[in-house]
């Protein structure tokens, strides 16, 4: 039986996939198990930050899982404690938290602010309109979309949403009983959003005005993807909460919410845990990850990043017709388009050009960020082709 026949099968039917099955990677290539190669412009949808079989990454893995796969929390680890040496070093917060995803890293922050605001009573939570924060109750309730509601029943209670870029809708839903306010940087499934700095900055400065939470979700955004660190750096504002994963370990599983020590003390032993959470062979995997970011990787970001977004305005000139707009920061780039995405989407898979959207008119673009100018104009000689 063919795999995806396999999948068909026994598979829970939570994704719409393609009918394909990749086999091996190397670098921005993957290759289906016809041996076809494709250029690989989603990296696991914004996982693979060093791309495919990357040799360091490999090693790390290879020579973690022969010495100790998992401990569990009930002690340390040194792959555990030094990514959270090198994360609040090279950062502004002070504790790190390690879990296995962005929904779970979301889930701890809102159980922090809650827990948090225990001390005042204060338990409301804002989030955004068209956020995106993850498939768990919590994480769900969190995003601004009402169609990831739909079906599940009441969500849950004291969380309330405001307009993205929008100061005084952010003001105005504030009350007595608002422990935090939720956001990304940048928007990811909302569309390829990016905040605007003054809107950060305002948002900042009434929450320190009203001891509130300043929460960011750089699930997707950060991990070096705009071209610094963690995505507050880029804009310089610096939030009390910031949460993360998917590229951090450069594709196997793991999460982690990171906030100031004030915020960070409010959690004490049995408050909250994950077994398997920055267990070693995860962190392991996240030491080499930003030991290359710092190490010249953020410099690509940045060069490369500038080099894509001229190259898709070029495109984007060229079918003036189908292209509305082009937004984003660094390796984290959106075109929308005036006609669904999703034909576009799957004849650029066609030509072998790997793409995803961000909702129904956006072709997102968020490539490993190793990538190269020559791949990055591979890639646009495909999608001028596709969306001719």
Do not use: W
Request: hydrophobic share 40%; glycine share 10%; aromatic share 8%.
């Amino acid at each position: 039986m063919k795999t995806a026949d396999l999948g068909e099968k026994y598979v829970m039917k939570t994704y719409s996939r393609f009918p394909l099955t990749f086999e091996r990677g190397e670098g921005m290539y993957v290759y289906d198990e016809n041996g076809k190669e494709y250029l690989d412009f989603v990296a696991g949808i914004a996982v693979n930050s060093l791309g495919h079989n990357h040799p360091k990454l490999v090693k790390a893995i290879s020579e973690q899982a022969a010495k100790l796969i998992h401990i569990s929390n009930l002690y340390y680890s040194r792959p555990q404690c030094t990514l959270a040496q090198k994360l609040v070093e090279n950062g502004s917060l002070d504790k790190v938290f390690f879990c296995n995803s962005g929904a779970e890293a979301i889930e701890s922050a809102l159980k922090l602010a809650r827990k948090y605001g225990s001390k005042t009573g204060r338990q409301e939570i804002i989030t955004m309109h068209k956020s995106f924060h993850g498939r768990t109750f919590g994480a769900v309730t969190a995003t601004g979309q009402d169609h990831y509601h739909e079906g599940f029943g009441d969500m849950l209670p004291n969380i309330k949403y405001a307009t993205f870029n929008d100061f005084e809708s952010v003001k105005n839903t504030v009350t007595e009983n608002t422990v935090a306010i939720l956001m990304e940087p940048v928007q990811g499934e909302g569309g390829i959003i990016p905040a605007k700095k003054e809107f950060l900055e305002q948002v900042r400065a009434l929450c320190d005005e009203k001891d509130i939470l300043l929460m960011f979700d750089e699930v997707q955004c950060g991990v070096g993807r705009l071209g610094t660190l963690f995505a507050y750096q880029t804009y310089g504002v610096v939030p009390d909460v910031m949460s993360t994963a998917k590229g951090i370990a450069g594709g196997v599983p793991c999460g982690l919410m990171m906030a100031k020590e004030k915020v960070a003390e409010a959690f004490v032993p049995g408050d909250h845990a994950s077994t398997f959470g920055g267990n070693p062979l995860a962190t392991a995997a996240g030491n080499v990850v930003v030991d290359e970011l710092l190490g010249g990787l953020l410099d690509n970001v940045k060069e490369q990043g500038a080099y894509l977004r001229e190259k898709l305005e070029e495109v984007s000139a060229k079918h003036k017709d189908l292209v509305k707009e082009v937004r984003g920061i660094g390796l984290m780039q959106g075109m929308e388009l005036t006609e669904p995405a999703g034909d576009y989407i799957a004849k650029a898979i066609d030509m072998g050009l790997l793409l995803v959207g961000a909702g129904k008119y956006i072709i997102r673009f968020v490539p490993s960020l190793i990538v190269s100018k020559e791949d990055i104009d591979k890639a646009m000689e495909i999608l001028d082709k596709a969306l001719g």
